[in-house]
């Protein structure tokens, strides 16, 4: 029998917490006194794992673990092969493929339901656990990782609090962490962080972000449509204008409140998971913006695919214009950045835009590098910077939540 007790997604309602904090207390006493139940952290885990895949989830929960033990396997077969002194990179192309294939099928079932791929694949975290294990994979062949403990990389996979969505950390850093008790010291500091962070989370998810998406958002998005019936589809209203910002404030709030949240429970059992949101919408240029919003997962982009690209092309000699190349790059970046939020037009259309925004950017960047002195630079020109970079974040939200489709798909 079935005990539907709390809402199972991660963060969901206040009542889920109270669980959760019964659950961290034998943690923190030990973390106090100075003692990592290690057993007892795993158990955490599993039980609120099971808590997600409980009921009508349970073939999720069958995937995730089929998955689990492919991944495993490959890692540690790649990591064998690296320990025998074999280095061939298309044994490493194979393992990367390899681990990132079942998220592709995944990404191409949720865009065509009715191709014939096995539904087994698709469970919540999917792509967290395929990220970290590629990252895991590329710095086994370049030798900053030597040694996987089994229990550590079991637990960096399945960590709890950052399980579904992140933030993503590093195995090296997590190992780290999660292998050791802090000082008491450190952990009160510890504590005092993950207390705010929790109370600023609820801040951003419960209140800002209620209001701004579940208050506001539905209002607006009606006028928009009345608005766009009446003038002919994707028309200019101020009630669009309103649903853009809107939305933008919306996805800000909500995400960084359950980044809030995981990186909150996550001190709160001495693992230091690095924070995913630094005041983005302050960045005075869209490739800042990019190094403060979704800070984990861009930096995974940028580390495992922009430089990986960077570096083999180089090597190869594909470009012999380096401007070029980084271009190149960026627009590979974007849309494999599109093409993993889902294989819809307008994802690919963010991407695309990003890329193309970068590129203006750096090329606006290196025109003042060269005429140092002709343009001001003062508070006034800094404020416009942060002004137009907000802006055309916003757009790209915009195009990011689909309703531009809805809006000339809901005209017709």
Not at 127 to 137: A, C, D, L, M, P
Not at 173 to 190: E, I, V
Request: glycine fraction near 6%.
């Amino acid at each position: 029998m079935h005990l539907n007790f709390i809402n199972l997604q991660p963060y969901a309602n206040p009542q889920y917490f109270l669980y959760l904090i019964i659950g961290l207390i034998p943690m923190i006493v030990g973390l106090y006194h100075g003692h990592r139940f290690k057993t007892y952290e795993a158990v955490f885990s599993l039980v609120f794992l099971f808590l997600i895949f409980d009921a009508d989830k349970w073939q999720q929960g069958v995937s995730l673990i089929v998955y689990l033990v492919l991944e495993l396997l490959l890692t540690y077969a790649y990591l064998y092969y690296r320990k025998v002194g074999k280095n061939k990179t298309w044994i490493f192309y194979l393992a990367v493929i390899a681990a990132i294939i079942p998220l592709i099928l995944v990404k191409v079932q949720t865009a065509f339901p009715k191709a014939k791929i096995p539904g087994v694949l698709a469970f919540l975290g999917i792509s967290y656990i395929t990220f970290k294990t590629v990252q895991v994979i590329m710095e086994i062949r370049d030798g900053a990782i030597k040694e996987v403990s089994f229990s550590t990389y079991l637990r960096f996979l399945l960590f709890f609090p950052t399980f579904s969505s992140g933030p993503i950390d590093r195995y090296r850093r997590f190992a780290k962490d999660a292998n050791s008790a802090p000082q008491r010291s450190q952990y009160l500091d510890d504590l005092s962080h993950a207390v705010r962070y929790l109370f600023q989370g609820f801040l951003y998810k419960f209140v800002l972000g209620w209001f701004f998406g579940t208050y506001w958002l539905p209002r607006l998005s009606k006028a928009a449509l009345i608005a766009g019936t009446a003038h002919g589809g994707l028309k200019l209203s101020w009630s669009l204008v309103a649903y853009m910002y809107c939305y933008s404030m919306y996805l800000f709030f909500d995400f960084a409140g359950y980044s809030l949240f995981a990186v909150a429970i996550s001190y709160f059992m001495g693992i230091h998971t690095p924070m995913n949101f630094n005041k983005p919408f302050s960045a005075p240029n869209i490739k800042e913006f990019w190094n403060r919003w979704h800070m984990t997962l861009s930096f995974w982009f940028r580390d495992y695919i922009y430089m990986r690209f960077t570096f083999f092309a180089m090597k190869k000699k594909l470009f012999k214009n380096p401007v070029r190349l980084s271009q190149v790059a960026y627009l590979l970046l974007f849309l494999v950045m599109g093409f993993w939020h889902g294989l819809t037009w307008y994802y690919i259309v963010y991407g695309i835009f990003h890329a193309t925004a970068i590129i203006i950017n750096d090329a606006w960047l290196r025109f003042k590098k060269r005429h140092k002195g002709l343009l001001p630079s003062n508070k006034f020109t800094h404020g416009l910077a942060i002004f137009t970079t907000f802006n055309v974040v916003c757009f790209s939200f915009l195009i990011f939540s689909g309703f531009l489709s809805q809006l000339w798909f809901g005209w017709m």
